[in-house]
């Protein structure tokens, strides 16, 4: 039941690893974006005692938007459990957080910095902590939350599972692994695996970066856009894109990590909605965020990291929808693309000129 309202159509989507339910210390690497957050959702709801109310599970996450959606999956799937679960996350009132869970949750998400506010302000207790979960590890990592990370597994007593999702293994993760892992079971999923299918992907060649805005221009006006995500590389050309976009009349939002949560959260509640169609963002949005009327997404910048491109252009296609992917490429990005379509095993076609019946 809990399963057909998270809109997961396979059974493989889903697939709970025995290991996450022992006490194994675990690290996942390469994991397909979709079915991972039930996944571990899954797993930690197995272990949680209902009628012990204090934090048994935390979970952080990189950003508050994957943070809130995490939550929303482990209430969906605990439904009939009676279990309490808090998004801990900044950009929210402190006093609502330290009220909530001196009040008493099972489960706590959320992002290192206002996690470990919440610790030191002795308000989230890990006294009674089994589980200890690290979702988009190396983003974590890169953004900087290291030492936050840090401090907050000096708290968790010795006995705590921890788990660890990644979709790369660079050497910040491997020391986490290494420093805080006993005996760690590694579950590695093949690149092969990584799938795009029912993804179609293409690029344009605009030759010169500044002629970019005018090629998107010119396909906005060509396509009938149910929803589409279009990525910037930095929170300026986002910026930049949006009023370039807004001065030619054509009706677009945005959102990147400077904005305050209110605002974030607007943007967000209105593209879930369908009142937003189009939203140029940044790698903000590419981890883990479900939006499943997404059938479009256009690189305007091609990721600099390729493992974020699957991140990507697996907003669209999801839950065995088809999508498209259309990516931008000018003169120095040609080498780029041709190392993605190498890591990932496979073609980035040019795009037909009947690429509207596709969408």
Not at 101 to 111: I, K, M, S, Y
Not at 209 to 231: G, P, R, S, V
Not at 238 to 259: A, I, N, Y
Request: proline letters at 3%.
């Amino acid at each position: 039941m809990m399963i057909h309202s998270l809109v997961v159509r396979l059974p493989v989507d889903v697939s709970v690893h025995p290991d996450t339910r022992l006490t194994h210390n675990n690290s996942f690497s390469r994991f397909s974006p979709q079915g991972k957050t039930a996944t571990f959702a899954i797993g930690t709801l197995a272990k949680v005692d209902p009628k012990v109310k204090e934090c048994q599970a935390l979970i952080l996450a990189p950003t508050r938007e994957l943070a809130q959606q995490i939550q929303k999956v482990v209430l969906a799937l605990g439904d009939y459990m009676d279990i309490a679960v808090h998004a801990c996350v900044g950009g929210t009132a402190v006093r609502d957080d330290i009220r909530t869970l001196q009040a008493g949750v099972h489960v706590v998400v959320g992002t290192p910095g206002r996690v470990y506010d919440m610790i030191n302000r002795r308000a989230l207790r890990l006294d009674h902590i089994k589980q200890f979960f690290l979702d988009e590890a190396d983003e974590m990592l890169s953004r900087g939350f290291k030492d936050q990370i840090y401090d907050i597994f000096k708290f968790l007593p010795e006995s705590v599972q921890v788990c660890l999702f990644s979709a790369t293994m660079p050497l910040d993760v491997l020391e986490v692994t290494e420093r805080f892992m006993r005996e760690p079971v590694r579950i590695l999923v093949k690149k092969d695996e990584l799938t795009l299918e029912g993804i179609k992907q293409f690029y344009i060649a605009v030759d010169k970066e500044e002629w970019k805005l005018d090629t998107l221009c010119d396909l906005y006006e060509t396509l009938t856009i149910t929803q589409a995500i279009i990525y910037c590389n930095t929170r300026r050309k986002v910026d930049w894109l949006q009023e370039e976009m807004q001065k030619r009349d054509f009706t677009v939002s945005c959102m990147h990590g400077d904005m305050d949560q209110r605002e974030r959260d607007i943007i967000m509640r209105e593209f879930r909605t369908g009142s937003s169609r189009v939203l140029i963002t940044t790698d903000l949005l590419a981890r883990g965020i479900d939006v499943q009327q997404v059938s479009l997404v256009i690189n305007f910048d091609l990721p600099t990291n390729r493992e974020n491109y699957i991140h990507r252009i697996g907003r669209s296609g999801r839950f065995g929808r088809k999508g498209v992917a259309i990516n931008f490429l000018a003169e120095d990005d040609v080498r780029y693309l041709r190392d993605i379509e190498q890591f990932y095993n496979t073609e980035i076609t040019e795009m037909p000129m009947d690429v509207a019946d596709l969408i």
